[in-house]
C-alpha cells in the first residue's frame, strides 16, 4: 500500500517556474515507477511525466519536454517535477501516482496507475 501526498501548487505568471512534490508512505517506495498527471476543468486526465524506480527510464509528454523535469529521491520517498517557462495552457490540478507494471509502455495510460495522490493545483496567469 503506497500513500501520495502531492504540495508546491500555486499561481504563477507565464514563463514562472514551480516545483511539485509528491512525498510517498511504504517501504516499497523504491519498486515504484511514478508519474505525474495533470487535469484541467472538462477535460480528460492527461500525462505529464513518469520515471521508473531507478530513474534510468523517464518519459514525458510532447507539451512539456524541455521545460518540465521529473527527478525521484528514494532517501527521501519523494518525487519531483521540476515546471518551467509555464504557459497558461499548463493550467490544471496535477497528480502524482505510483505504479508497479513492467516496462514503461504503459506510463501515458492514467488506468494503469495504482496510486494517486489527491491534486495540487497549478493556475498559470497570462
Known amino acids: 500500500q503506497v500513500q501520495l501526498v502531492e504540495s508546491g501548487g500555486g499561481l504563477v505568471q507565464a514563463g514562472g517556474s514551480l516545483r511539485l512534490s509528491c512525498a510517498a508512505s511504504?517501504?516499497?517506495?523504491?519498486?515504484?515507477?511514478m508519474g505525474w498527471f495533470r487535469q484541467a476543468p472538462g477535460k480528460e486526465r492527461e500525462f505529464v511525466s513518469a520515471?521508473?524506480?531507478?530513474?534510468?527510464?523517464?518519459t514525458y509528454a510532447d507539451s512539456v519536454k524541455g521545460r518540465f523535469t521529473i527527478s525521484r529521491d528514494n532517501a527521501k520517498n519523494t518525487v519531483y517535477l521540476q515546471m518551467n517557462t509555464l504557459k497558461p495552457e499548463d493550467t490544471a490540478v496535477y497528480y502524482c501516482?505510483?505504479?508497479?507494471?513492467?516496462?514503461?509502455?504503459?506510463?501515458?495510460?492514467?488506468?494503469?496507475?495504482?496510486?494517486w495522490g489527491q491534486g495540487t493545483q497549478v493556475t498559470v496567469s497570462s
Open positions: 501516482a505510483a505504479g508497479t507494471a513492467s516496462g514503461s509502455s504503459w506510463f501515458p495510460h492514467w488506468n494503469l496507475w495504482d496510486y
Open positions: 511504504g517501504r516499497t517506495f523504491v519498486r515504484y515507477s
Open positions: 520515471l521508473k524506480w531507478s530513474g534510468g527510464i523517464t
